[in-house]
């Protein structure tokens, strides 16, 4: 184990972490849900399609995520493909949640001490789980609709010809997992020294294959737990479950898939460029 002495930087500088909280609220959540399960509208084809060339398919209702009706319950409905409803503006604020975070990875001493291939392969690794933390702290609420009728059309006469550029595509059920782990965050209302010792934690994960420096990596993980647990016992003192609730929350943000955030909140933007190489760019850029 690679031990931490007086050569090693201070962890954080938070006078350049304690971002503050946005009060931007862009729109209230709103789900997709259909009353009708299409498992049984697939015994109806001539409906299907009667519903899409008229446009009757193409509404989305405003059920909030802890709606326990028909649209969670439905597991062909939670594979419904979606966008999102104003791509514009939610991308825009996508793209500099996104800058955010990897200014803050820069910005780390001890991160910018690593070799240039283990800052490529941690970024890599954890961009994902950082950039919904980034969401969560600046209180980033999105709106998403059904895919247009277009596309609806094209899936049933394709069938097994859809390419793999068609299944990727958000679905319901992706997004449901999503506004579940921000909603965890939100309701553990995280200050801003929890966010960015959660960060690191993150962050410097020696899990990630292929390290070159996995122990000092390994230990700066250990440090910002230890720091992590340290502030909340400070903030929170009475709250002996506080610290595993931070762990949960960041345990299911992490489940959070890769493609879903490209596909969501970047696809708009960045077109067919390769997302990891964007990312890369940004992060060794002068």
């Not at 972490?17 to 049984?40: D, G, K, Q, V």
């Not at 992590?228 to 949960?248: A, C, G, M, T």
Request: charged fraction near 20%.
């Amino acid at each position: 184990m690679l031990l931490l002495g007086a050569n090693w930087p201070v962890f954080f500088p938070f006078e350049e972490h304690s971002a503050h909280r946005s009060s931007f609220r862009m729109f209230p959540l709103e789900e997709i849900t259909n009353n009708t399960c299409s498992a049984y509208r697939d015994q109806h084809p001539h409906t299907i399609l009667y519903n899409i060339l008229s446009g009757r398919d193409s509404g989305y209702l405003n059920n909030k995520l802890n709606h326990s009706g028909t649209a969670r319950n439905c597991h062909c409905e939670r594979r419904r493909t979606v966008c999102l409803k104003d791509p514009k503006a939610t991308c825009q604020v996508a793209s500099s949640v996104l800058v955010k975070t990897i200014c803050f990875v820069r910005s780390l001493p001890s991160f910018s001490q690593l070799p240039s291939g283990d800052q490529s392969s941690l970024l890599r690794h954890c961009w994902v789980p950082l950039f919904v933390l980034g969401l969560a702290q600046e209180k980033i609420v999105f709106e998403v609709t059904d895919e247009p009728n277009l596309s609806i059309l094209r899936q049933i006469l394709l069938g097994p010809g859809l390419t793999e550029k068609d299944t990727d595509r958000p679905t319901l059920a992706e997004v449901h997992k999503l506004r579940a782990g921000l909603h965890q965050l939100w309701n553990l209302d995280l200050s801003p020294k929890e966010y960015a010792y959660l960060k690191g934690a993150l962050l410097f994960n020696p899990a990630v294959e292929g390290l070159s420096a996995l122990l000092f990596i390994e230990g700066l993980q250990q440090e910002a737990q230890r720091a992590l647990q340290e502030v909340i016992h400070l903030l929170h003192p009475k709250d002996d479950v506080r610290f595993s609730h931070v762990l949960l929350a960041a345990s299911a943000i992490q489940t959070v898939s890769h493609s879903l955030v490209t596909e969501l909140f970047f696809k708009p933007v960045i077109g067919n460029t390769n997302m990891l190489h964007l990312l890369t760019e940004m992060l060794f850029v002068q």
